[in-house]
């Protein structure tokens, strides 16, 4: 079971940046996608999380107007569209698959979990 985050980088306030997250099919097969992040000193934070159909959505509050979770199937890669990015936005991002549609943004729920994405937002 492998799951693998790309995309991160260093740029600037205001900017935009796409991540993906990659699996194997069967990892890919059931449950919902996530994405989290942790900055260092704080703890890990739920950002979004999409369904295995991709017809359900979920995000949170101060990323649910800039960030954008998107797959085309349950097989296909999730991607984490990421616009208008803040300083705070900062932190490594880790995707997760196998979660629950009904607790998406708790990370416990997760099963499998990819090595993360450092995104480095400077102001």
């Known amino acids: 079971v492998q799951l693998q985050a790309s995309g991160g980088g260093v740029v600037q306030a205001g900017d935009s940046l796409t991540l993906s997250c990659v699996a194997s099919r069967r990892t890919f097969s059931n449950g919902v996608v996530g994405w989290f992040r942790q900055a260092p000193g704080k703890e890990r934070e739920f950002v979004a999380a999409i369904s295995s159909t991709g017809r359900n959505t979920f995000y949170s509050d101060s990323t649910k107007s800039r960030f954008i979770i998107s797959r085309s199937d349950a097989q296909s890669p999730v991607y984490l569209q990421m616009n208008s990015l803040k300083p705070e936005d900062t932190a490594v991002y880790y995707c997760?698959?196998?979660?629950?549609?009904?607790?998406?943004?708790?990370?416990?729920?997760?099963?499998?979990w990819g090595q993360g994405t450092q995104v480095t937002v400077s102001s």
């Open positions: 997760a698959a196998g979660g629950s549609l009904r607790v998406p943004k708790d990370y416990k729920s997760y099963n499998y």
